[in-house]
């Protein structure tokens, strides 16, 4: 077959113009030819650059999304805080060696570069399921790294090792020499770092509201995008990464999958009776079929349980001690005391709801603000929270700094127990926010709080001390006995709850002694409602200081070590196959 004629990518002759006469007419002719190919030349000058950095910048997207979704897969297993702490220079390494072996790369690699994002992003799930089983000879300490470092850096590497590549073609002629060679990675990080803090804060907002809206969804979704920026024939190695996600990967969110993991779970005397993803962590309702009882979990943190195996009453048997004992907010004495029909109190955090149903059961008018929409979902279809309570469902900080004027002096009872993910939110123990708690509670009103600390370091101190210098005379409890001197020394770590009981007013903190209403038939409640284990505040040296809004780095630099000791905690209290099993 005869070669099709190519139309001619020169300016059409006007049909029936008439040629070029004189030379005037002639150097006119020049002239509009000379502009038309000058526009020319500049649009597709645009078109190219526009295409290369285009490229770029969808390769920096996802590469920057996938990190967050990679810091999300790990906190179920590790915590946020253990999954975070060297997240960080596991991306530094990746992007340093990506950007320096792009060259290497396009030389070594029998395939172009680009075609090999997919089928990594594709098997980074299943690696991941498989990593997560060895998380505890991995530890937190390593274990983070060690899976990233198996998964999202290979990712990361061929990500940038293509984004270099891409933009050997930019056109940077426009720039002085002096930042024109460097302009590309400069520019291309801090791209990628703005990206990175965005859009963290959009997959927490979107998060659990779909099966593709979760943390392996995220990863499947990812995956697709890169497969449809590098279509190749080697997507078809991609398929055995497919089949286990869609059949065998029990961390993706859908009724066979958590099917699976019940089959699994059974076999252990434990099972799952809901779960989810939420902006505080994954949820899940957990029974354990062997002793009784069932727990709330989010990410490697526990927030609650009770005994399953006892008949409920008026509320249920509580299997931790620290939220019966915060209940004794009612006990301390008081002038003035208004009767509990009267009273009003104040919950900041959820969990699954102890505290608050036993205030709610003795009569009070209780308000609670709970961050997570899921967590109280939970508490109200899992474990009995009532529903005759004033529910918000709100940063508890925005709350009380929009509210608390409104609220002057409006509370008999405040209880503030929060934690999440190895350690406390840092902001909700600032002097700041204990004093607005102070500003709704009523003159002659009492304070719980419930800060879950370590003995061994800092932090608890300068809590406590942020807490004495808000609250003028309180009392401060721990959940359980000392551990010994030889416990002490073999495990390098004293985590506890410690309860603080408070008055606004200086009255010394004292308790009434129970009456039978109070312990609301419950058994849980007759043995530990009355804390026993009383702290000598002289411990904490006033020299640590206290947590204000500005200096919360004070806590922050410890949080690594407390979240570190917690996991380990959870691993006792929890199977090592449950939380990883997620």
């Not at 004495?333 to 029909?341: F, V």
Request: charged residues 20%; contains cysteine.
């Amino acid at each position: 077959m005869s070669p099709r004629k190519q139309p001619s990518k020169g300016p059409s002759k006007a049909v029936g113009k008439k040629p070029p006469e004189t030379k005037e007419d002639f150097e006119e002719e020049l002239k509009l030819l000379a502009g038309q190919a000058k526009e020319e030349t500049w649009t597709n000058w645009a078109a190219q650059q526009g295409i290369v950095y285009g490229k770029a910048l969808a390769l920096i997207a996802l590469m920057a999304v996938y990190a967050n979704v990679s810091l999300l897969a790990l906190s179920p297993v590790y915590g946020q805080i253990a999954a975070t702490r060297l997240h960080q220079r596991v991306l530094w390494s990746a992007l340093f060696v990506g950007w320096g072996a792009n060259i290497v790369l396009r030389r070594v690699l029998p395939v172009k570069t680009i075609t090999l994002l997919p089928l990594v992003a594709a098997y980074i799930p299943m690696a991941q399921f498989f990593l997560f089983q060895a998380s505890e000879t991995f530890g937190a300490h390593l274990g983070p790294a060690i899976t990233e470092g198996l998964t999202l850096f290979p990712l990361v590497v061929l990500s940038t090792a293509c984004v270099a590549d891409v933009l050997e073609d930019a056109d940077l002629s426009g720039l002085p020499k002096t930042i024109a060679g460097s302009a590309p990675g400069l520019g291309s990080y801090a791209l990628y770092k703005f990206i990175e803090k965005d859009s963290m804060r959009q997959l927490i907002a979107q998060i659990g509201k779909s099966v593709m809206q979760t943390r392996v969804g995220w990863e499947l979704v990812l995956a697709s995008t890169y497969s449809i920026m590098a279509r190749s024939k080697l997507l078809a190695w991609a398929i055995p990464a497919i089949v286990h996600a869609a059949f065998y990967n029990t961390h993706l969110i859908t009724p066979m999958a958590t099917g699976s993991l019940n089959s699994t779970l059974h076999a252990s005397g434990w099972s799952i009776v809901d779960r989810g993803e939420s902006m505080t962590g994954y949820i899940s309702v957990l029974n354990n079929h062997q002793d009784g009882f069932r727990v709330m979990r989010c990410d490697h943190s526990l927030l609650g349980g009770e005994w399953t195996k006892f008949p409920r009453k008026i509320v249920a048997e509580p299997i931790y001690s620290v939220f019966t004992q915060l209940e004794a907010v009612r006990l301390v004495q008081i002038p003035d005391k208004a009767p509990d029909s009267k009273a009003k109190a104040l919950n900041i955090g959820l969990g699954i709801g102890t505290t608050p149903s036993a205030l709610i059961a003795h009569g009070i008018d209780t308000t609670i603000v709970e961050i997570d929409p899921m967590v109280y979902e939970f508490a109200k279809k899992y474990f009995g929270l009532p529903l005759n309570h004033t529910a918000v469902i709100q940063d508890a900080i925005s709350w009380s700094q929009t509210n608390k004027d409104a609220l002057h002096e409006n509370y008999d009872y405040i209880v503030h127990d929060v934690f999440t993910g190895g350690a406390e939110p840092i902001p909700l123990f600032t002097d700041e926010f204990l004093a607005s708690l102070k500003h709704m509670l009523k003159p002659n009103g009492v304070i719980a709080i419930n800060y879950a600390g370590d003995f061994t370091l800092p932090p608890l101190g300068i809590v406590m001390n942020t807490i004495k210098e808000v609250f003028p005379s309180c009392r401060v409890f721990r959940e359980g006995e000392p551990p010994s001197a030889e416990t002490l020394e073999e495990t390098g770590r004293d985590f506890d709850n410690v309860i603080v009981f408070c008055t606004k007013t200086g009255e010394k903190v004292s308790f009434r002694e129970p009456k039978e209403a109070d312990y609301l038939q419950s058994l849980a409640r007759r043995a530990f409602l009355l804390p026993k284990h009383e702290v000598d505040v002289s411990i904490f040296s006033p020299d640590a200081g206290i947590l204000r809004v500005n200096e919360t780095e004070k806590l922050a630099e410890w949080h690594d070590k407390s979240a570190l000791g917690h996991w380990a905690v959870m691993r006792t209290v929890v199977p090592s196959h449950i939380w990883q099993n997620w």
